[in-house]
């Protein structure tokens, strides 16, 4: 009888993949898909070896390498990866999808790049999938009514040998968005927004569920936004109910089922929604209306106002550890407490990563700097497709000419400055908008300031060489 | 390694939402093995200026005032911390460096979720501690004072001089991991029957997750 009682979107997903319930708790669950990039993957597969284990299910996984390329020179190839122990690491990945017969996008590959970008744009995320990868950005593929999860690099291990996971059941959340979001508010600024209402671990321990008018006016690009930066609230998974859109989006592409598996497969998906009488343990309720285009003030994903309020008071800061740690935030930022962030200027802009590195992005982008200029004083300003497709999308669509024109690098798809981890990377001090998801110490290069906001934001800032309200400016996206 | 009972001076780490980039920073993150993270973690708090993975520990700068620097917490194997520890990016390799460090255990009000399970993989294990007993063992070791825990996985009670026992909440099969240091794989694995029979009528209902087919 549990079929009838009514369960969230979550539950369902749960319960579809339960391979066997633990006493204590900790039940071992199926994994449809394991997506694997060049960063987390080394020690596992070395650990299947040293064990003379195999992957339970090659066909499982699909790989692409990110972090560590170059977005430039890649006609190189792997010869273009300067740092020789991330070439290593880059050729390792070859060498163990070659020995483990796993399918791989590999430097030279069209279809190289962002995991969290190339596994949506093949169809290999589907609905009502389990689907893990070694990086905590995972939660992107929520947006598909998938349940999706970061996990560490043993667990990587440990469902490449058994397919499976072992773990607790989280509780649930869902975050009800009512209303539409205002001209220029993006769903960027949605998740920054919600970040700082729940709070950096507001959501540890839970799986979170976005609903609500605003949530399905979204495209599958601001969904993948949204349910990117989950875990900067602490949740593991975020997902969106299936409807037309997600139908829309996957119809035609690679992996995705055709024929009449596809027609059956839709049958299946329109049931990935909550019951209408599920109960979440926390609720969250706002509306899309109130919501400005914000920015983070702070080195965390929480520490985030509106573009048109003050940076708070360290001592307006709710408990000792709290005023503390605002008060490091501001001396790290080189930021006053009630100072305003509109007008302050910038040194740097960077537009990509697996936040906002898809095509809806660079339209964006392009639609705020056509006929502009990157303003003098910033001294780089670059655009970083998440994809080898989506960056001859883009191409095939002259953004890329909108883009250089305007004074933008235009770059080879990857992580890039997100992570810093290639020779992208944000000088000390320097000032940078980003459109990426974190804004710790020295996650964009050591020293450097990260400034977190929507791609057009981020564009109106390059032009203006200052940030802006983008409600003002002229060529709303 | 197994976990049975540890007694350890403590090393007071006074910050809330302790990052896993802070924790191992992103070009350390280029190595391939599972070891030698132990002089990385940590490295902005640590040195004076960041290094990259060839760089010798002696053209390191430490800085004095770092609590990881001080002589009296050198032996230490407990680490404490404030709340949302180890957040953000899953890297293991942030606990590889703690583990390295010479660390087994860490206490603090709450954990990163990724980090948590990344700590039970590699031996390390996290404890859960209500913030006002964390902030007493913070008070206890403020100043010159050296405050020593002890801690006991069989039954999850941590204790320390002056206070009474206090409880820790662990899952019986990690528990039962840490004491006799068993691979998850292999515990897994026991199933393996019960996995292929799943998987059998998993394919049957839903055959488009099954593959990459289509290429």
Not at chain 1, 288 to 303: E, L, N
Request: aromatic share 8%.
């Amino acid at each position: 009888m549990l079929s009838q009682t009514p369960q969230t979107l979550y539950d369902k997903l749960w319960q579809r993949h339960l391979v066997s319930a633990g006493s204590d708790g900790q039940d071992l669950i199926y994994i449809d898909r394991h997506i694997v990039h060049e960063v987390t993957s080394a020690q596992a597969f070395e650990g299947l070896r040293h064990a003379n284990r195999r992957p339970w299910r090659s066909d499982s996984v699909l790989a692409t390498p990110d972090h560590q390329v170059p977005t430039d020179n890649r006609s190189a190839g792997i010869s273009g990866i300067i740092d020789p122990i991330a070439r290593i690491q880059v050729t390792t990945l070859d060498d163990n999808c070659r020995e483990f017969g796993i399918t791989q996008f590999d430097i030279n590959d069209k279809r190289q790049g962002i995991v969290h970008v190339v596994s949506p744009e093949q169809g290999a995320t589907l609905p009502g999938m389990t689907l893990v990868c070694g990086d905590s950005h995972t939660s992107t593929h929520g947006a598909f009514a998938t349940l999706a999860q970061g996990i560490g690099t043993s667990e990587v291990e440990h469902v490449l040998a058994t397919q499976c996971l072992r773990q607790r059941k989280s509780k649930r959340m869902r975050i009800w968005v009512e209303g539409e979001l205002a001209t220029g508010v993006t769903a960027k600024d949605l998740i920054l927004h919600i970040i700082a209402q729940v709070g950096s671990a507001g959501a540890t321990g839970f799986a979170v569920e976005y609903a609500g008018p605003a949530i399905r006016a979204l495209s599958m690009e601001g969904r993948m936004t949204l349910c990117n930066m989950s875990i900067e609230m602490g949740a593991r998974c975020g997902m969106v109910a299936f409807d037309d859109t997600t139908a829309d989006y996957l119809q035609g592409r690679p992996f995705a089922p055709t024929g009449e598996l596809w027609q059956q497969a839709i049958d299946d998906w329109y049931s990935l929604q909550s019951d209408s009488d599920a109960v979440f343990d926390e609720e969250y309720r706002l509306d899309a209306r109130s919501v400005a285009p914000q920015i983070s003030w702070g080195t965390k994903p929480d520490q985030v106002i509106a573009i048109n309020d003050v940076v708070p008071l360290a001592e307006h800061g709710n408990s000792a550890v709290q005023r503390q740690e605002w008060q490091r935030a501001l001396a790290y930022m080189g930021l006053q407490g009630g100072e305003s962030i509109n007008n302050l200027s910038i040194d740097q802009v960077f537009i990509g990563s697996c936040t906002n590195g898809r095509i809806e992005d660079i339209r964006d982008v392009a639609r705020m700097v056509e006929g502009h200029q990157v303003a003098p004083s910033v001294q780089r300003a670059m655009v970083v497709p998440g994809s080898g497709l989506v960056k001859a999308q883009a191409e095939a669509e002259g953004l890329d000419k909108i883009i250089r024109a305007a004074g933008f690098e235009w770059r080879d798809p990857g992580c890039s400055m997100c992570n810093a981890m290639n020779p992208d990377r944000l000088p000390s001090q320097a000032r940078c908008a980003s459109t990426s998801n974190r804004n710790f110490e020295g996650r964009q290069g050591d020293g450097g300031r990260t400034h977190l906001v929507s791609p057009a934001m981020a564009a109106a800032a390059a032009i203006a060489g200052f940030f802006v309200d983008i409600r003002d400016w002229p060529r709303l996206c | 390694m197994p976990l049975t009972q540890l007694t350890s001076i403590v090393t007071p780490l006074d910050r809330a939402n302790v990052d896993t980039d802070v924790i191992m920073p992103k070009q350390y993150l280029k190595s391939i093995s599972r070891f030698g993270y132990g002089d990385w973690a940590f490295e902005p708090w640590r040195y004076a200026s960041a290094g990259d993975i060839d760089t010798p520990k002696a053209e390191r700068t430490p800085l004095a005032e770092c609590v990881f620097n001080q002589p009296r917490f050198a032996n230490s194997e407990i680490l404490l911390s404030r709340e949302n520890f180890g957040c953000g990016s899953s890297r293991e390799h942030a606990v590889w460096g703690i583990r390295d460090m010479g660390y087994r255990v860490i206490i603090a009000p709450s954990f990163g979720d990724i980090f948590y399970n990344n700590c039970l993989n590699n031996g390390l294990l996290p404890i859960r501690l209500c913030t006002e007993h964390v902030e007493q063992l913070f008070l206890r070791s403020q100043g010159n004072t050296v405050l020593s825990v002890s801690v006991d996985v069989s039954s999850c009670q941590l204790s320390v001089e002056g206070m009474p026992a206090m409880t820790f909440e662990l899952a019986p099969s990690q528990q039962q991991r840490l004491l006799i240091g068993q691979d998850s794989i292999a515990q897994t694995l026991d199933e393996a029957d019960a996995i292929r029979a799943f998987e059998t009528q998993h394919k049957q209902r839903f055959p488009w997750c099954f593959g990459l087919g289509a290429q």
